[in-house]
Each structure stands twice: as structure tokens, then as C-alpha cells.
């Protein structure tokens, strides 16, 4: 089984430039969630889709925008991209009972 | 909202020794509390995750306990080994939904030899 499937693995680019972040999965889970992780502060939530059609912004939203596709994939887009969004990008999906969360394996953006 | 503190931010114990990992939150609401391991250059696993119906849950050497009346709960790690070294992540929610979880800020376990 795959789980939850992150494209790219890694990225460079420069300021100003546009990409995005691509996430699938085979769990059949309803909701899906975007974090960022930096040094110190943990996983920040960006953008998160309690289901098919919905999305929601997180705490740190600014900058980046979603689409959640079909039940399987939910991408995030960088318009313009900044040095303040280098960092390590986590796609989730998660099932609500229990609740636990199912995390790709990253994506290692550098913005220069 | 809810808000998750997590201490320490580093630690080093040696093999065999045990460690411990603490976390607070704000929100008397959450009743769901997950822990993750996030091994170099990975995706984070979850490992163990207590409801807030129960005070304790073991998994061999894992356990973790929560005290709803302090607000906080903490991962216990026993006989530790090399594999063990890897940061940890807490977390605190609502079981049941699709409302996010909201993470600490990890720690990063040291087992040596």
C-alpha cells in the first residue's frame, strides 16, 4: 500500500517563481491536510479539506492556495514563491476515528 | 484555539535508560492526544495516541499518560535503543471530526551508546 504519496521529494526555486506541491492517497480517508515544518516551531497547518469539495485555511495560509481534486489528491500551490517559504512540506490525510493523522514523506522546498 | 507546548526540545539519554517526553495544552475540549516519531529525511509515524477517557496506554516499551485536570500528558520511553533516536512529535484534537490536530514543537531524542 502506498499510503499518502508527495510530489516532488525535492525542489528549488527561485523568488517569484510559481509550483505546485502535489499529494494522492489510497486510504479512502475524507480529510486531507497541508503542514509546514520548520526548525523549532513544529508543524504549522497551511490549508486543510475535511472532504471532497471543502477546504479551510490553517494557521498560516498566506501565500499558498489549495484545491482539493477528487477524495484522492489535495495539491498546494505557490503562486510566487519567497525565501520565507523554504522549508519541509507535509501532506496528511487523516481518519477520524480515532482521529490519527497519515503523513507523506515530504517535500524539501528551497526558495533563493 | 488550541495551543500545545512540548518540552524538552532536545535529549540525549544512553542505551537501556529510560526517556520522557512532556506536553501541555489549552483546550479543555480536546480528547484525543497522539504521539509521532519523525525519523531523518521521513514522513512522521504515529506510534501510541490516548483518549481522554483513560489515564494510560502501553505499548511495550512505549507508554503514554494523561492528566485532564493539569491539561497535559507525556510519552514514556523504556530500555531505550539506537533506533530510538528520532524527534517527537505530541499533538492534541478532537477524535471523531475532521478538525485539525495541533502539533508541539518536538523533540529531538539522542540514545547513545
Known amino acids: 500500500n502506498a499510503g499518502v504519496t508527495q510530489t516532488p521529494k525535492f525542489q528549488v526555486l527561485k523568488t517569484g517563481q510559481s509550483m505546485t506541491l502535489q499529494c494522492a492517497q489510497d486510504m479512502n480517508h475524507n480529510s486531507m491536510y497541508w503542514y509546514r515544518q520548520d526548525p523549532g516551531m513544529g508543524l504549522r497547518l497551511i490549508y486543510y479539506s475535511a ?49 490519527g493523522y497519515t503523513f507523506g514523506s515530504g517535500t524539501r522546498l528551497t526558495v533563493v | 484555539g488550541e495551543n500545545v507546548e512540548q518540552h ?25 492526544f497522539p504521539w509521532y516519531k519523525q525519523e531523518l529525511g521521513k514522513g512522521s509515524q504515529l506510534i501510541i495516541d490516548i483518549r481522554s477517557n483513560v489515564g494510560e496506554k502501553k505499548d511495550q516499551r512505549i507508554a503514554v499518560t494523561l492528566n485532564k485536570t493539569a491539561k497535559h500528558f507525556s510519552l514514556h520511553i523504556t530500555e531505550t535503543q539506537p533506533e530510538d533516536s528520532a524527534v517527537y512529535f505530541c499533538a492534541a484534537g478532537l477524535t471523531g471530526t475532521a478538525s485539525k490536530l495541533t502539533f508541539g514543537t518536538g523533540t529531538r531524542l539522542q540514545v547513545t551508546l
Not at chain 1, 492556495?65 to 487523516?94: D, G, H, I, M
Open chain 2, 8 to 32: 524538552p526540545s532536545t535529549l540525549s539519554v544512553q542505551e537501556g535508560d529510560s526517556a520522557v517526553i512532556k506536553c501541555t495544552y489549552s483546550d479543555s475540549a480536546s480528547n484525543y
Open chain 1, 51 to 99: 472532504s471532497e469539495g471543502t477546504t479551510d485555511k490553517g494557521e498560516v495560509p498566506n501565500g499558498y492556495n489549495v484545491s482539493r481534486l477528487n477524495k484522492r489528491e489535495f495539491s498546494l500551490r505557490l503562486e510566487s514563491a519567497a525565501p520565507s517559504q523554504t522549508s519541509v512540506y507535509f501532506c496528511a490525510t487523516r481518519v477520524h476515528v480515532p482521529g
